[in-house]
């Protein structure tokens, strides 16, 4: 598989006091689910099964231990976990954690991760350089699910989100950067469908495109004050206003990375990336009309599921 850049979404829109890299969101993710969609087709079946064709459950246990999710997932009352491997037709490798027994209302994490080169748009580079594409692995989907908490006040149920989650989130990123090391990678990339997942990312992923991580710590200098909550449903109403287009902010998702090697961490400090960055932070304001959110809200929810949106 390849992403070519040039091919796939962005994000446009969703501003100044000095940037800070550290600038973002002061939200408390410990407990969302984390979710990003892919069909799949079903498992090889004949066939020895290696997550990235190199990792078998003893590993990914082992990995899972040493980096502190096992220990993690026990004090928040997880016993007894068991790993399950597969690979699909497509070549998507799949590693599922369950809690005493192998079943869907027991399973707490379902990651799915494929390899792929990345081509990124010569837009992003200097005239006449030569552009080597990045090794890649792509996140498909990761979600984290805790069965045994409900929703309340304190941690709300964000639109499509169907479980608390387990506050695993810095360990899956620490996992896949253990695991791109191993496999000779340049990084690990994503795409989210929402801007709730990009903020979540936004901790330890940067966009490729300076624009939108200039964009997006914007969003974040601008909107601090409020619950990833309130964001995800002030995109969702349409009353996040980007006060340069007087409009309501549109999520377009678009790649962002989290860089392993020299080569890709040398793009992303570079003079040029830096510098688009810093226009698009500096240039960007947003407004959130918070009411007029709570309004419409209650209106979609009067007809709608939550889970459903």
Excluded at 77 to 94: K, M, P, W
Excluded at 237 to 264: C, F, W
Excluded at 293 to 303: A, D, P, T
């Amino acid at each position: 598989m390849i992403w070519n850049s040039s091919k796939n979404k962005k994000m446009k829109s969703l501003k100044p006091q000095p940037l800070s890299f550290n600038d973002s969101f002061h939200i408390d993710m410990s407990d969302m689910d984390l979710s990003d969609s892919i069909e799949s087709l079903p498992g090889l079946s004949g066939t020895k099964k290696l997550f990235l064709g190199r990792f078998n459950s003893d590993n990914l246990y082992a990995m899972m231990d040493k980096i502190g999710l096992i220990k993690h997932l026990q004090s928040i009352g997880f016993d007894e976990l068991l790993v399950d491997i597969d690979v699909d037709q497509n070549r998507i490798s799949y590693m599922r954690l369950y809690w005493r027994e192998k079943t869907p209302s027991k399973q707490l994490i379902d990651l799915r991760v494929s390899e792929s080169s990345f081509i990124p748009d010569k837009k992003f580079f200097k005239k006449n350089a030569v552009i080597t594409p990045y090794s890649m692995i792509v996140i498909e989907w990761l979600s984290a699910k805790n069965p045994l908490k409900d929703f309340n006040d304190e941690k709300p149920q964000l639109p499509g989100q169907t479980n608390p989650g387990l506050g695993v989130l810095k360990y899956c990123f620490e996992m896949l950067y253990i695991m791109a090391k191993e496999v000779f990678k340049d990084g690990f990339l994503d795409i989210p469908d929402h801007m709730h997942g990009a903020i979540m990312y936004s901790k330890k992923f940067k966009f490729f495109d300076p624009a939108h991580e200039g964009i997006i710590r914007a969003v974040g200098r601008d909107l601090r004050k409020y619950s990833l909550s309130d964001i995800s449903w002030g995109v969702l109403t349409g009353t996040i206003i980007d006060l340069s287009t007087n409009k309501p902010a549109i999520y377009d998702p678009g790649e962002q990375i989290h860089y392993v090697s020299k080569r890709m961490k040398k793009y992303f400090e570079s003079k040029m990336y830096r510098t688009v960055l810093m226009k698009y932070y500096e240039k960007k304001r947003y407004f959130f009309d918070y009411d007029e959110m709570v309004r419409k809200r209650e209106e979609i929810l009067r007809s709608n599921k939550i889970e459903d949106l």
